[in-house]
């Protein structure tokens, strides 16, 4: 069952507007129905204020409209519960006042399919600490469209061309057409290439850790002498909140009270979103074909390649990735 927020204070008609009134305007977002406001006369602590909730939970059985503390639990809004992340992350102070409340059902706490947004981004499912399965977005599964291509992209990055017919009897670079990150949804595509240049620096870790649900202790701690994080979780872990509200309604106090991310798992997802040990595979797999092909096109194949190989490693990611149709 979908959760409520109460606010207390003076009813309210902007749900919107009380939401961003406490710091949780993030839960209401574009790709999602707008949130209603309900009347609550005798909320959590006998106070009187407002129930927000959503549209599409307004269904027999599964809704909030009313506070029962027989049948519900009230967890207040803290700032300081917002701020805080993975253990070892130092709580940030905050202004935002206690006088809001997350309002759950005993008997019916919220899953993952009551929290989807009404249009959410695909993904790969992935199971993070509660049990469940959350669809992290995926940036080479973001809404595209098809563009003119000018030998580069508006931010300067090469675009692969996926048709070169012309459309006018005098061709030109305009001519060739593409495919982009619609503009709308550009912010969120340059967002994930952080989570892509982190992961790219650990891909022998990543392909350990792909598909491996949990670690041990003692597994853990191989791979951290192996190949020691040079992230801190108090990025990652606002980050993959961040990424997992656009799917979601769902805010840092939430991942942490149901305990979603962990250091046995961050990475993972981080993987998830970026698609980052394929691009590496991919672009191996590239790169030994090229020196194949030049092997056997040079008449001096038996000499060494021009290409030097002997550097494996990927390099810096790229400004930009290529988007796919």
């Given at each position: ?105 005993d ?10 947004r ?20 995926n ?71 792909l ?18 994080r ?18 979601y ?30 691009i ?46």
């Open positions: 069952m979908h959760y409520a927020v109460f606010i207390s204070g003076p009813r309210t008609n902007d749900a919107v507007a009380a939401l961003c009134s406490v710091g949780l305007g993030a839960l209401a977002q574009s790709n999602d129905v707008a949130p209603m406001a309900v009347e609550c006369g005798d909320g959590p602590g006998r106070q009187a204020g407002t129930l927000i909730t959503w549209p599409d939970t307004l269904r027999p059985g599964q809704a909030i409209d009313h506070w029962n503390p027989e049948t519900m639990t009230a967890l207040p809004l803290s700032g300081t519960a917002l701020a805080a992340g993975p253990s070892g992350v130092p709580p940030a102070a905050s202004a935002v006042p206690l006088t809001a409340y997350f309002v759950f059902n008997k019916r706490p919220p899953k993952p399919s009551d929290l989807l009404s249009h959410s981004f695909e993904g790969v499912p992935t199971k993070l600490g509660d049990g469940h399965e959350w669809t992290l977005p940036q080479f599964r973001l809404p595209t469209c098809f563009a003119f291509d000018e030998g580069r992209g508006a931010r300067g990055e090469d675009r692969a061309i996926v048709s070169d017919s012309p459309l006018t009897p005098h061709p030109s670079p305009l001519t060739r057409v593409t495919t982009r990150i619609k503009a709308t949804h550009q912010p969120l595509y340059d967002r994930m290439q952080w989570a892509l240049a982190a992961c790219r620096s650990h891909l022998s870790f990543l392909k350990k850790s598909g491996r649900e949990v670690f041990s202790e003692s597994e853990w701690a191989a791979l951290e002498h192996d190949q020691p040079h992230i801190d979780p108090a990025e990652a872990f606002p980050f993959l909140c961040e990424m997992l509200a656009v799917n309604r769902v805010t840092p106090q939430l991942c942490e009270l149901w305990e979603l991310f962990d250091p046995t798992n961050y990475w993972r997802a981080l993987a998830r979103i970026t698609d980052a040990a394929a590496d595979d991919l672009v191996a797999e590239l790169q030994k074909k090229t020196v194949e092909a030049a092997e056997r096109l040079s008449p001096l194949a038996l000499h060494p390649s021009p290409l030097d190989t002997s550097d494996t490693s990927i390099g810096e990611p790229p400004s930009s990735t290529p988007a796919l149709a």
